[in-house]
C-alpha cells in the first residue's frame, strides 16, 4: 500500500499532459450542465512578491503619508471603497464575534475570497484606484500579515504594517495616524478603511453573520472571475467558473453559478453548485455534493459527502443559517489535505487511475 | 443512558456520547432491550454532545435490526451539530429526524435537511 501526500498526488496530476479544449455551448445560469470540459491547463504566471517571511521588526511605524495636491476629504463615508489617490489607512479587522469560527487559523484579513485573501482584494483595489502608499493597522495575528505581505512590491505600493494591541476604530485611527502640525504630509491620509466588506460592496458587510458572509462571497463571483488580474480563469458554461490546473471528471456536475478555483480535483460523479465556491486545492471525491456553500481551501471533501448551506475549511463545518459551527471527527467526511494521506483506495474514489507523483510543477 | 419502551417503541435517552469509545456498549445495551415486541427505536438526541462516525454507524445497525421488522428508527430533537454531521453523511434520508416542535406535538414527519431556511 502506497502512502502519498495529498500535495504530491496532486501535482502529479496537474503535471500530466493535457490540452485546452473549446468551451461548450453557454447555458443559462441555474440550468444543471454535464461538462465536457474537465481539464485546463495554461502556464502558471507567478507573481512577486511571495518569497516568504519578510525580515521586519516587530513593529513598524507609520512613515509620512504623501498628501498628495488636490487630494479629497475622506471619501469612506460618502463612498467607501473609493479612495482616490494618494494615500490611505486599512485597517485590518480584528476580533468578530459573529463570525469567530473564520478566524480559527488566520486573521480575517487574510480569510481566502474567490483565491484571493480579503487583504490581496482590497490591496489590487487600492493599486487600481492610484492609491501609493497604505498604512495597513492590524491587531489579530499581525506577524501573520507581515509575513503573507512579505515586501508588498507586488501591488506598486508603498505598504507598511503597524501592529496594534487592539482594533483601532476610524476616528481613533485618523487622529493617531495624523500629525499635529497641519503642514506635516501625515496631516491628513485620503481615508481610513475598516475591511468589513469586499471593495466596491459597502452594502454586503462580511462579518455580521455566516450568512452575510456567505452571499457577500458568492456574489462576488462573475466580479471576480472578469478582473483584469485574474490569469487563467475560464467560464466554461454561464456561471462556472473555473482556475488553473483544475480536474474535474466528466462526470460530474456543474450548476450554475458556481467557481472552482485553482490546481482543484473533482471527482465522477459529484455535484457543484448551485452557488457553490469550491477554492484553490480542494478535492471533491466522488459522489461529493457542495450546493450553496463555500468549501475552503486545501480541504478533502470525502466520497458521499454532502456539503449543504455551510462553509467547510479543513474539518471545519460552519452551517451559515443557524451559525452551528463543528470539528468533523472523521477525516474521510471532510479535513484537511495537508494533514491526510492519500492511499490507493483514495485514487480509486477519486476515479484516479495512475498517478505519477515524481512531476511537480 | 436510559431505556424505556412504550408499546412498540423503544425509547433511547441521556445518550451523552455517541463516539467511537461509547458506540459499542450503547449497540450492545440497546439491542439486549429489543424485544419481540419493538418495532420501533426512537433515539433522544438533544443531549448528546458529541457524534461520530462509529456513533452514526451504531445508529444505522439500529436501523438494520428494525428495519427488518418494518419499523424505522427516529432521531429526536438532535443538537445542530448532530444535525450536521447526519446531513454532511445523507444519513437524514435513511434515519428519520424528527425536531423539538414536532417531536413535542407528536409527529413523525421525516424532516427537512434544510433546517432554519
Redesign the interface.
Known amino acids: 500500500m502506497r502512502a502519498h501526500s495529498i500535495g504530491g498526488s496532486l501535482h502529479g496530476l496537474m503535471a500530466e499532459s493535457c490540452s485546452p479544449k473549446p468551451a461548450p455551448a453557454c447555458s443559462e445560469p441555474g440550468e444543471s450542465v454535464h461538462t465536457g470540459l474537465r481539464q485546463v491547463f495554461l502556464p502558471v504566471v507567478a507573481k512577486a512578491g511571495f518569497t516568504g517571511p519578510a525580515e521586519r521588526p516587530a513593529v513598524i511605524r507609520l512613515p509620512a503619508l504623501e498628501r498628495e495636491a488636490g487630494a479629497t476629504d475622506p471619501p469612506e463615508k460618502s463612498n467607501p471603497g473609493s479612495v482616490g489617490s494618494g494615500s490611505i489607512v486599512l485597517i485590518c479587522p480584528g476580533a468578530r464575534p459573529a463570525v469567530h469560527a473564520l478566524a480559527q487559523s488566520a486573521p480575517l484579513a487574510l480569510t481566502p475570497i474567490l483565491g484571493k485573501s480579503l487583504l490581496e482584494h482590497w490591496l489590487d483595489h487600492l493599486t487600481d484606484e492610484g492609491v501609493r502608499r497604505v498604512c495597513l493597522v492590524a491587531s489579530d495575528r499581525p506577524e501573520h500579515v507581515r509575513t503573507w505581505l512579505g515586501d508588498g512590491v507586488r501591488w506598486e505600493l508603498k505598504v507598511e504594517l503597524i501592529a496594534e494591541a487592539g482594533e483601532l476604530t476610524i476616528e481613533e485611527a485618523r487622529v493617531k495616524y495624523s500629525a499635529n502640525d497641519p503642514s506635516d504630509p501625515r496631516a491628513k491620509p485620503n481615508g481610513v478603511l475598516v475591511m468589513d466588506f469586499l471593495p466596491g460592496a459597502p452594502t454586503r458587510p462580511l462579518f455580521r453573520s455566516y450568512a452575510g458572509w456567505f452571499m457577500a462571497v458568492t456574489r462576488r463571483m462573475p466580479q471576480a472571475a472578469s478582473a483584469p488580474d485574474r490569469i487563467g480563469v475560464r467560464e466554461l458554461h454561464s456561471g462556472v467558473w473555473a482556475g488553473l490546473h483544475s480536474r474535474i471528471s466528466p462526470d460530474a456536475e456543474l450548476r450554475a453559478p458556481c467557481w472552482i478555483g485553482e490546481k482543484v480535483l473533482i471527482g465522477p460523479r459529484a455535484i457543484v453548485g448551485p452557488d457553490a465556491i469550491v477554492e484553490d486545492g480542494t478535492v471533491l471525491a466522488a459522489d461529493a455534493e457542495v450546493a450553496n456553500s463555500i468549501v475552503g481551501p486545501g480541504t478533502y471533501v470525502g466520497e458521499?459527502?454532502?456539503?449543504?448551506?455551510?462553509l467547510a475549511s479543513g474539518s471545519t463545518?460552519i452551517?451559515w443559517?443557524?451559525g452551528?459551527c463543528?470539528q468533523?471527527?472523521?477525516a474521510?467526511?471532510?479535513s484537511p489535505l495537508d494533514q491526510r494521506v492519500i492511499t490507493d483506495r483514495a485514487d480509486h474514489a477519486l476515479g484516479v487511475q495512475r498517478i505519477s507523483f515524481d512531476h511537480h510543477l | 443512558m436510559k431505556i424505556e419502551q412504550h408499546e412498540d417503541t423503544l425509547h433511547v435517552s441521556e445518550v451523552r456520547e455517541l463516539d467511537s469509545a461509547h458506540a459499542a456498549i450503547v449497540h450492545k445495551t440497546v439491542v439486549e432491550s429489543v424485544s419481540e415486541t419493538v418495532r420501533h427505536i426512537e433515539v433522544d438526541l438533544s443531549g448528546t454532545l458529541f457524534l461520530d462516525s462509529c456513533g452514526l454507524g451504531t445508529l444505522v445497525a439500529l436501523r438494520k435490526l428494525v428495519g427488518l421488522r418494518g419499523g424505522v428508527v427516529r432521531l429526536l430533537n438532535p443538537t445542530p451539530a448532530a444535525l450536521q454531521l447526519l446531513q454532511l453523511t445523507r444519513l437524514y434520508r435513511v434515519l428519520e429526524v424528527v425536531k423539538r416542535e414536532e417531536a413535542s406535538a407528536g409527529a413523525n414527519q421525516k424532516d427537512d435537511p434544510h433546517y432554519g431556511a
Open positions: 458521499f459527502t454532502e456539503v449543504k448551506n455551510s463545518l452551517n443559517q443557524t452551528s463543528i468533523v471527527p472523521d474521510f467526511l471532510l
